[in-house]
């Protein structure tokens, strides 16, 4: 929160941001109560660029950051900040995403869903791996980019930029999930995420929150241990809450669940006190 602070020119100094965000002068609010949603560390601000996906079978639209290239999860998915950092965030806002968005515009959009039906049948589970979904996507992209004068930027990022489709599998979960409660649907849990001191659900609307748990399996980074781990954070387990970890468990049993009784959400919920995934982690989740 003190770096977003200084992205957006609000603080010039750590007391300052921490002074401004304590007076509620800079007012923070979950992610999940709007059209998004914050993974990793999941910082949104207003100067931040959102990737927008349509479900347009239920009419959900929901946003979420790009990832930011040769910096990772730089400053929207980790938190980090720099002015290099802060600089590329802008660059992608401004100029390097404008001219394909015109493109697509005329093209009435980009087709997201067989790319998700494709990836999910390869085992990925559009969350923690893409090594499906990324060269689909990059190669499905490129008729759009040789349209765009920036074609060589483009493709570079495209081509170098590792798990970007991992936000628009975001964004399109949230989509579905926000289209269907538009809709009526009831029972539905459309949020699912933490902040490293509380977890919570959102059913039909309302929060249910616990303490955030710790996770329970492998670690993504090699050398991780659990002394080195912090309770949950981060709000990618929407994924989960649309099914995608539960549908390529039996072809990926390292992604997934574990638990017994009434299995949920295409295997992702034991709603007796069991375990839901989101990625190559487990976290138990339980349900009074």
Not at 95 to 101: K, M, N
Not at 144 to 168: E, G, I, Q, S, W
Request: proline share 6%; with cysteine.
């Amino acid at each position: 929160m003190v770096n977003a602070c200084f992205f957006e020119g609000w603080a010039k100094t750590e007391a300052e941001a921490v002074r401004r965000l304590e007076s509620g002068e800079i007012r923070l609010e979950a992610a999940f109560d709007y059209a998004t949603n914050g993974s990793g560390y999941g910082i949104i601000t207003q100067s931040v660029p959102l990737l927008i996906v349509e479900d347009r079978q239920t009419g959900g639209v929901a946003g979420l950051f790009p990832a930011e290239g040769r910096f990772g999860g730089g400053f929207c998915g980790w938190g980090i900040y720099s002015e290099e950092i802060a600089a590329h965030l802008k660059w992608l806002g401004d100029g390097l995403f404008p001219p394909l968005i015109a493109v697509l515009k005329d093209a009435g959009g980009f087709p997201m869903k067989e790319l998700f039906h494709e990836a999910l049948r390869m085992g990925d589970e559009l969350h923690s791996s893409q090594k499906a979904m990324d060269p689909l996507f990059t190669r499905a992209i490129i008729p759009y980019v040789l349209k765009c004068p920036n074609r060589d930027a483009l493709m570079d990022y495209f081509a170098t930029t590792n798990r970007f489709t991992h936000n628009f599998g975001q964004a399109a979960s949230r989509a579905l999930l926000l289209g269907l409660e538009k809709q009526g649907v009831k029972g539905l849990m459309t949020a699912a995420g933490g902040n490293g001191v509380e977890y919570g659900i959102k059913v039909d609307g309302v929060w249910k929150v616990a303490p955030s748990p710790m996770i329970i399996g492998p670690y993504l980074t090699p050398g991780a241990r659990k002394e080195n781990q912090l309770p949950w954070l981060g709000d990618s387990s929407v994924v989960e809450c649309r099914g995608w970890g539960g549908t390529i468990r039996p072809i990926n049993p390292d992604f997934g669940v574990e638990g017994k009784g009434l299995v949920i959400n295409g295997g992702m919920m034991d709603v007796n006190g069991g375990w839901m995934g989101a990625g190559s982690t487990r976290m138990p989740v339980y349900m009074e």
